[in-house]
Structure formats: C-alpha cells, structure tokens
C-alpha cells in the first residue's frame, strides 16, 4: 500500500496519545487507536493493521509498566506468572489472528463490556483496598487462567485487553483499583510483546505508521501512569467506569449496525 500522508500520520499520533493515555490508566486504548488504524489506512490488510497496531502499543505498555513498578511496586510472585501466562496466551491468539473475523468477538467483548460496568457500579467499594480472595497455589492459578485467556484474545482482536485484566484483578484476586492498573500494564506489555513477535517474520508491519503510533502512544503512556498513580485508587475506579461506558457504546453500535 501506498505511504499515508502527514495529515493521516497526525491523526493516528493524535489517537495513539489518547489510547496510551487511556490505556495506562484503566486499558482499552485499543479501542481508540485500532478504529483509527482502519479509517485511516483504508488498503492495509487487517493483518497489516493488527501488527502495526501492536508495534504502537508495545512502546506504550513498556514506559507505562516500568512508571506503574516504579511508583507501585507489584509483587513479582503475584505478576510474573500473569505476564508469563499472558504471553503464552496472546502468542497463541496471534497466531490464528488472521482466521478470526472481528465480528465473532464483538457481540461477547459487548456482554462481557456490559456485566462489568453494571458490576463495579453496582459494589462501590470494590476496588478501594486490596484483599486478596486467594492465597498461594490458587491465586496463581487463577491468575494464569485469566492471564492465558485475555491473553488469547489479545492476540486475537485486542481492543479492551486492560479492561479485562484490570476487571479481573479487582473483581476475581481482589487487587484494589491502582494495583490492579499497575499488574494489568505489565500483563499487557507482555500479550503486546508476544503479538509483536508473531507478527514480526510475517512482515506485516507498516514501519513508519507503527513508529509514530509507539512514540506517540508512549507519550499519552507516561502521562497517563503518573496521573493514576498521584490521583490513587478513586480517579482509576472512575475513570474505569467511564471508559467502559465509552466501549459498551462503541461496539454496541457497531453491532447493531449505527455506526
């Protein structure tokens, strides 16, 4: 495909720093800038798309998962077999990528988008304090199963993949809101590193569109991990909520055809 003109390459660096932003808060800016890959790239394949889509977003879970350690400190015993679990898993998806039509995913991301909105509204003290609901051996079971799972369909499709983690980690292990943003950054930098990987020899990506993706998403990352971490566990329960409310519109449109 032809190279895309500057006003084209502003407008994705525009959305991938709304995206990293979002994205290092409470996840999902994959929502934000994947739509933008597709309108503005009109003749790249949807594998081209989903590569470069991961080139951008693996420079932005990188700083925002080192500034989420740093400031947070994450258990390592809690979040490596996440990552670990998450790899495998988005490896995986990333591989049958191609033979996945968006359109099998949607109406479930939906379902689920739904029932975890009307659940951290409905219990709003979830997420205020940690309390773990498993210890030892079952929370790193639990933990990998959801790691293989969000992991999978990162590698798949990707748009919501933070939400999800940071659902899990709040709903399912008891993690409080902030802690929970800081292990879903690092879970996501690894399902975004092993998708990239897979990609990569199949020479998908479109280098110059994913470059200024991952400076600018990693420009909206860092950005957005301070702010969680100096506003703490109520400005991410928040914004959580209203980011989902964003997605449930978006891709129940796009279901029900009004987009």
Not at 49 to 75: E, F, M, Q, W
Not at 168 to 194: I, K, P
Not at 225 to 232: C, D, F, I, L
Request: charged letters at 10%.
């Amino acid at each position: 495909m032809e190279d895309p003109s500057l006003s084209v390459l502003l407008l994705l660096g525009l959305a991938a720093l709304t995206a990293g932003f979002v994205d290092s808060v409470v996840g999902g800016g994959g929502l934000i800038q994947l739509p933008a890959l597709l309108l503005g790239l009109p003749g790249a394949s949807p594998v081209q798309i989903l590569a470069t889509n991961k080139l951008g977003s693996v420079c932005g879970t990188s700083i925002s998962s080192i500034t989420y350690y740093r400031r947070v400190r994450p258990d390592p015993r809690a979040v490596l077999p996440l990552m670990a679990a998450a790899f495998v898993g988005s490896a995986a998806g990333a591989l049958v990528a191609s033979q996945v039509p968006r359109s099998a995913f949607e109406p479930i991301v939906l379902v689920a988008l739904v029932l975890v909105g009307a659940y951290v509204v409905a219990r709003p003290e979830l997420g205020e304090v940690t309390a773990l609901r498993f210890a030892g051996r079952g929370h790193t079971l639990a933990a990998v199963g959801a790691g293989v799972l969000i992991g999978f369909y990162d590698g798949a499709l990707g748009p919501g993949t933070g939400s999800f983690f940071v659902f899990t980690l709040v709903g399912l292990l008891g993690y409080a809101f902030l802690e929970a943003s800081a292990q879903a950054r690092m879970a996501n930098f690894a399902t975004n590193l092993a998708a990239f990987l897979v990609f990569l020899p199949q020479g998908a990506i479109l280098w110059k569109v994913g470059l200024v993706l991952g400076v600018c998403n990693l420009a909206g990352s860092y950005v957005g991990a301070r702010t969680a971490v100096s506003r703490g566990t109520g400005f991410v329960r928040v914004f959580f909520v209203v980011v989902v409310s964003g997605f449930v519109l978006k891709i129940g449109g796009d279901v029900v055809g009004v987009w």
